[in-house]
């Protein structure tokens, strides 16, 4: 499995995935699932992946070639466009393997999420589902997440509001993911972050952390410490006196 | 949906169950998923339910009719001969609409804990499946849970140890629910608690929480409030000053 995330907020996007991929519990690997793409001064989309790995780096690398000589990606006007674009060379690159897939237990779906900026248009984040449709984000759900989106999901929803700093999200996507390796083997380090302010239009920020990367480290040392304490401060039942 | 949970330590065992019920969104509806079954100074089950409402409502009425007049549960020398009637009894409700469940895409399967005291056996739980097979806790796992696991379970991971009090376990069983209900609209109050001291062989302490009953508002409270002070005090990015 996998775990990706991205918060769109007023003063720009924060994107989180882990590396973890599997087939099997005996067949573990570590693989990208963050690629970005930059047309400095224009546009910058950042793709996030989940699903079968083969689709999805078939999507992916499809969706670089077609970049390095211009391609849709580069031209489209909106940002919906491009994420329609995407969900296409999805079905397209799932369609190919479908016969095959019929004879199988194995699903060649994946799912993706779409961010970035395009020219003047405000930044955006869509989640591109295997059927190769789309949603997007708002001021009350200003996230987004695909794989195993579940044990991380509690925090999101208590911090991520549109008006949060980068960096605040970023920390929250950091928290998420942490809490989501401790709970589930299929999502492993390292992370990758990315952080991208509204406006740019130039390559985000990118960070990798390590299981013992300093910052990640701290971070997850503080929360882990202070959920701690936080716990054992909690109001006593009334027979505890 | 549903979210149970139990937790076996050292001190005994803990036992925290949802109310919601839903047949889509527009059935729903609340309903006890935790019951329990004593016999004084010889035995105590507390049973906690997920899945199918009529393959669950069903198994509990039969195992509430049986206990009447003696029956299996009330006979049996382990805990994990209680467990395997319930899984009998589970399967036997299922088989008798496995004809029309064929017909149609209703899944009538459930999911049972099983957690008590027989005599002079140690406290044990069970987490019984569709199928009927079971299993218990250990040291390393002390807590099972049913239905919407996966947003209570870091929480859960963080705190339960064998060591830890009832009141403990049972307060993390409150913020592992509270954190569910947040963000999981299937999962909803009130809640109900049983705290179940080791060797005690009489019915186990029972609370039921409102969403503002006192206790369980200062506990959600203390936890949101705290959490947010826990985030905004992390450590910043090297770039952040």
């Known amino acids: 499995m996998t775990y990706c995330l991205a918060a769109s907020l007023k003063a720009g996007l924060v994107f989180a995935a882990d590396t973890r991929t599997n087939a099997g519990l005996d067949h573990v690997n570590s693989f990208r699932k963050m690629h970005s793409l930059v047309w400095e001064g224009d546009r910058v989309l950042v793709l996030l992946s989940a699903g079968n790995l083969a689709t999805t780096q078939a999507v992916v690398t499809h969706l670089q070639r077609e ?5 849709p990606l580069s031209e489209v006007r909106h940002l919906s466009d491009a994420a329609d674009h995407v969900g ?6 799932q369609r190919k393997y479908r016969a095959a897939e019929d004879m199988s237990a194995v699903s060649l779906e994946a799912t993706f999420i779409l961010g970035g900026q395009i020219g003047d248009e405000p930044t955006g984040a869509f989640l591109i589902y ?3 449709n789309f949603i997007t984000c708002s001021e009350e759900q200003p996230f987004l997440q695909i ?7 509690p925090i999101l929803d208590r911090i991520i509001e549109p008006g949060l700093s980068l960096e605040d999200a ?4 950091l928290v998420s993911i942490d809490s989501t390796m401790r709970s589930n083997l299929s999502v492993g380090p390292p992370v990758d972050l990315a ?3 509204a406006g740019a239009l130039q390559r985000p920020r ?3 952390y390590k ?4 910052y990640f480290a701290s971070v997850r040392k503080h929360w882990g410490e202070g959920l701690r304490r936080l716990f054992d401060d909690l109001p006593r039942f009334d027979w505890e006196g």
């Open 130 to 132: 295997p059927q190769g």
């Open 67 to 71: 970049a390095e000589s211009g391609g």
């Open 195 to 197: 952080i991208y302010p």
């Open 88 to 93: 296409q060379v999805s079905l397209q690159v």
């Open 147 to 153: 794989g195993e989106t579940k044990y991380g999901k």
């Open 206 to 208: 990118m960070l990798r």
């Open 211 to 214: 299981h013992n990367s300093p």
């Open 170 to 173: 970023a920390r929250c996507a």
